[in-house]
Every structure is written in C-alpha cells, then in structure tokens.
C-alpha cells in the first residue's frame, strides 16, 4: 500500500477522507490533508459535475455511482444527498474527500472528491481543495429552494401557489423564496475571490436562467415569456461567475440544455435548473455536457439513468 501522510488542520467539520483500501471516518473531523498522486493529478485539466441524485440514489445507488465513474467526474457537487449516498459513491470511486451539509432552507447536500480538502467555508456549502503542487481551487455547492416552481405557475400548473401571468410576478416570487441562500452563496464566493484561486459553483437552483428564458426562446417556443430570472442574474452580475454550459453553447434556441426533466410528466415545463459556474483569470472552460437517458438530450448518455434530473459535466483547463 502506498504510504499517505496527513495533516490535520481545524475548523472544518463533516469532511470524510478516503485513501486507497485504508479509511478514516468520523463526523468530527476537522480536516484532513493528504499527499498527493502527481503523476495523474496534475490539475491542468478538471472535470467538475453538478448533480441532483434524487432522493439520495434515485432508481439506484449503483447506477448513481455509474454516472460519476461513467462521466469521469473530478468533483462532484451532489443535491439530494441522504443516507450516507455521497461516503458511498466516493467510496467506491476511491475518492479522498465527502462533504456533506445542510443548506438554510434545510436541503441536504455534498461534495465529493478525489483531491483532498485544506479548508472550508464559514457556512460549510463551500471547500477548498488542492489539485496539484501548490495549486488550489475553492468549490461551492447550492441546492435552492423548489417550492414555489414559478415555471409551472406561469404555465397554468399550480405548485406551491397559484398562476402566475407577467414577468414581475415570477421574478418577485422565485427572489423571494431564494434570496437567503443566493445572498448567502454571493458573500462566501466574494470572500474567496480576495485569495485570485478559481472557484466553482455547482447547483440545482430550482429556477431557470436568465439566459434561457430569452425574447428569441419565448419567440421559438421554449418559455412562455422572457424572464430575467434573479438567482442566476444576481450572482453572475455580483460575483462575475460566468456560466459554463451558456458560455460554450451561447445559443439557447439550438442549444437549450434541458437538465429538468428526465423523467417528464404528462403535463411537463422542461428548463435548465442544474449549472456548473466558475471564476478565475486561469481558468477557462472547454467543454460543457449534458450526462442523462437518451440522445439527442443527452450529451453523455447513462444506461438506466437513475436520477429525475439530468447531471452538467463541465471541463476546465487551469493555467
């Protein structure tokens, strides 16, 4: 077995660290550092995930490790987490690092890694990790509130409420059930920003984008009407965080990137919810998909994809 040492530092609580066959775990951790495997993490290049597993596994636990090991994710922000899924998921990878937490508004969520974590945000929805010598990148996590759906009230589905029928009531009302947690998620973001390391945001907001619900998309069909939905257009506009998937594929008419639904009702809006974001001078994404059930839409497709949301794959190069 090869030799890791470890270094504890304090201050962090709820981090899992898995190394090859042997395994330290404990719920009161601080935290754990462990040398790392330059030969094959060299950080120049980093696949990050954001993924809803439902439920803590959907139709499967075995089948939500597949899409992780089958994507060939680095990191992983998970939604849904429950029942200790994510320490399973890593575990089986071989991973280094679970974080797991519980946002405001009580949503359980994790992050997992291979890379080893050195430090945590205040709220715990965010971890540093190091990816190579001397080479570090902050990750965030965000599960927002799903109730009220304005994308269903505005199309004449109560959920959490009644219709909706302009723009200003559905901007008023997504603000007003996610404001703490964006507010939230904007602060810690802006703190890390003063260190100039990259920082990710995976998320399953639970509201679209303001890219998505466009004058040319309400024209084509896809939205009922544009929105400038406030989630995504807070915290791009405070953070500078740019929107991986709508940066590569900047036109959400050919390339709507459809993450909810997998598993679509009768009566169904389908939207973008789930978003890898990131910020930095050295970093620049490369690649952005849609891992999920079928083509044409999914990018990477998943035999028996468990989960009803579909997962965002992004790949970054980091000078």
């Known amino acids: 077995m090869k030799k890791i040492l470890l270094t504890v530092l304090t201050g962090i609580s709820a981090i899992y660290i898995y190394s090859n066959r042997e395994t330290a775990i404990s719920s009161n951790i601080p935290a754990t550092c462990a040398s790392l495997d330059t030969h094959t ?10 993924f809803n597993i439902w439920g803590g596994g959907g139709n499967s636990l075995a089948r939500t490790v597949a899409v992780v090991r089958e994507s060939r994710a680095d990191i992983v922000g998970i939604q849904e987490e429950s029942n200790n899924a994510a320490a399973h998921i890593a575990k089986s990878l071989g991973w280094r690092t679970v974080h797991t937490y519980v946002s405001i508004l009580g949503k359980s969520c994790a992050i997992i890694s291979k890379y080893p974590a050195v430090d945590t945000a205040e709220s715990k929805i965010g971890i540093k990790l190091q990816i190579g010598d001397n080479k570090y990148v902050w990750m965030f996590n965000q599960h927002l509130n799903h109730c009220p759906y304005e994308p269903y009230r505005l199309n004449g589905i109560e959920y959490c409420g009644g219709t909706l029928y302009t723009e200003e009531e559905a ?38 984008s303001h890219l998505d619900w466009t004058e040319r998309a309400a024209t084509a069909g896809l939205c009922k009407m544009p929105v400038a939905w406030p989630s995504t257009k807070k915290l791009q506009e405070q953070t500078g965080m740019k929107d991986s998937y709508r940066i590569l594929h900047p036109n959400e008419v050919s390339h709507p990137g459809y993450t909810w639904t ?4 009768e009566k169904e809006v389908l939207d973008r919810i789930d978003f890898v974001f990131f910020w930095g001078d050295r970093v620049n994404a490369v690649k952005s998909e849609i891992a999920g059930e079928k083509m044409p839409e999914s990018d990477i497709v998943i035999q028996d994809y468990p989960s009803d949301h579909r997962a965002v794959m992004s790949t970054f190069k980091i000078d």
């Open 262 to 265: 997998s598993m679509p009702a």
């Open 41 to 50: 993490e060299t950080g120049d290049t980093l696949r990050i995930m954001s």
């Open 171 to 208: 901007v008023a009302s997504a603000w007003n059930a996610r404001k703490s947690d964006v507010e939230l998620t904007i602060a810690e973001i802006k703190k890390t920003q003063a260190e100039q390391t990259p920082v990710f945001l995976t998320g399953d907001f639970n509201e679209p």
